[in-house]
């Protein structure tokens, strides 16, 4: 997501590196390209042409120091100005009362089903909730069928009545919720291939009845300019809370995340980043801003690791790290961790830095890390904690166990004795790791 524009705006600001000072002169091509950028990935007129005066206000005239270079300096008023529009503050979903009702809505094939289900494995993972799906989409075929596979696969409760009126569905699902004890309710509702005012109002009786403490629009990023209209369309009907904007892991240009907050005043408080299910993250207006800028989303990549791997286990893999003792058990550990974090790629993307080095287009093979998997799996124990002792012919029997080559086996092995020297030496160096 957000790659062509953040290319354009980085190639935007290199037009005025070298320069000791900002004028009107020197940032006119540049404020030109990203005018460009910005309109070129659906980004609404009117939002850009704000974005272009107030960028182009703040820039001129303004003395660098010593400390600052030109570019430097631009590239925080550009990163300003990006995180204003997208929303300043962090907006939080409720979670605090008891039950909380959160009811999504939505146009038809905006994923909003799916992202009932992510949701509700966000709270239960995050929040320590126990949600109840409610499924009220008795319209679209199978719609009920999907709540309840996704419900299965989570393990998470959906209430359902069949075809019943939705009204009634609610009405019901919370009386089981309170037997139950389900201290979180998300209400799928029907969606339509265009606002009308029958879905209209079945939403507004919906939300008149239970008065849900957040009201969600799913919309789907790839929709472009017309999300605006869509998002208006419903907020003027709704007590709109927030929007979950779903397919950022597609092929969308980004540009509606830029312009709703702005023409809408509705806060983005997701956004959906992969077609699993654990693939929801709140969104942080200030770090979506460093990601299109190519400055990564270290923080994301934080946030990710915790939740497969505990503080204690990383300690003891930097302590391990640190006295020499890493093996191939830890690094077969390491590589089954990694392959839940999701495609490596999308992690590799969230590096600082990463477009600029080339590393925003790269395609990791899952085949290579099987690979790799199979010929630690295929050494004993003790030949994973001592790899000095594999001579020839244990390395045939490895290679032949794991159905790779004798040359991939000493690959291996060379790659990993290099990235213990890499360790060794940063030890001996003096950089400090962060336990």
């Not at 696969?153 to 139950?180: M, T, W, Y």
């Not at 029907?190 to 209209?200: F, N, T, V």
């Not at 969104?283 to 801003?289: G, H, K, L, Q, S």
């Not at 790799?372 to 244990?394: D, F, G």
């Amino acid at each position: 997501m957000f790659e062509y524009m953040g290319e354009r705006l980085s190639n935007a600001i290199k037009n005025i590196r070298g320069m000791g000072r900002i004028t009107e002169e020197n940032i006119n091509d540049a404020m030109r390209e990203i005018r460009m950028a910005l309109l070129e990935a659906d980004v609404n007129y009117q939002v850009v042409k704000e974005f272009i005066f107030n960028v182009k206000e703040k820039a001129l005239g303004m003395d660098v120091g010593k400390n600052l270079k030109p570019d430097e300096l631009f590239i925080k008023i550009v990163k300003d100005e990006l995180i204003s529009l997208l929303g300043s503050d962090v907006s939080l979903l409720e979670v605090n009362k008891y039950p909380t009702i959160l009811m999504l809505v939505g146009l038809q094939g905006s994923g909003k089903t799916t992202t009932a289900g992510k949701l509700a494995n966000y709270l239960r993972k995050k929040e320590s909730k126990h949600p109840l799906l409610v499924a009220c989409d008795v319209y679209r075929p199978a719609a009920i069928d999907q709540l309840k596979e996704i419900g299965k696969s989570l393990q998470i409760p959906v209430f359902e009545e069949g075809k019943k009126k939705p009204i009634e569905i609610v009405k019901d699902a919370l009386e089981f919720a309170k037997n139950e004890k389900n201290d979180y309710i998300i209400i799928d509702t029907a969606g339509r291939l265009h606002i009308d005012e029958e879905l209209m109002q079945e939403l507004k009786d919906i939300e008149e009845f239970v008065h849900p403490h957040e009201v969600l629009l799913v919309i789907d990023a790839m929709m472009g300019q017309d999300a605006i209209h869509v998002i208006e369309g419903f907020n003027n009907a709704l007590n709109l809370t927030g929007c979950i904007l779903t397919k950022l892991d597609g092929n969308t240009k980004g540009g509606v995340a830029l312009s709703v907050r702005h023409l809408t005043h509705v806060p983005i408080k997701f956004v959906g980043d992969s077609e699993k299910l654990d693939g929801l993250s709140m969104f942080y207006p200030e770090r979506m801003a460093e990601r299109i800028l190519d400055m990564g989303d270290i923080m994301g990549i934080a946030e990710k690791v915790e939740d497969i791997i505990s503080e204690e286990e990383a300690k003891d893999q930097v302590r391990k790290m640190q006295a020499g003792k890493y093996d191939l058990e830890d690094f077969l550990t390491n590589l089954k961790q990694i392959k839940k974090l999701g495609p490596l790629e999308n992690i590799i993307k969230m590096l600082p830095q990463a477009r600029k080095m080339g590393l925003n287009n790269i395609e990791v093979d899952p085949k290579q890390m099987a690979h790799v998997e199979a010929i630690i799996q295929s050494m004993t124990p003790y030949e994973r904690r001592h790899p000095e002792v594999l001579k020839a012919t244990r390395k045939q029997r490895i290679a032949k166990g794991s159905g790779r080559s004798v040359e991939e086996v000493n690959r291996l092995l060379n790659q990993f004795e290099q990235m213990k020297k890499m360790m060794k030496m940063m030890q001996n160096g003096n950089m400090k790791l962060p336990f």
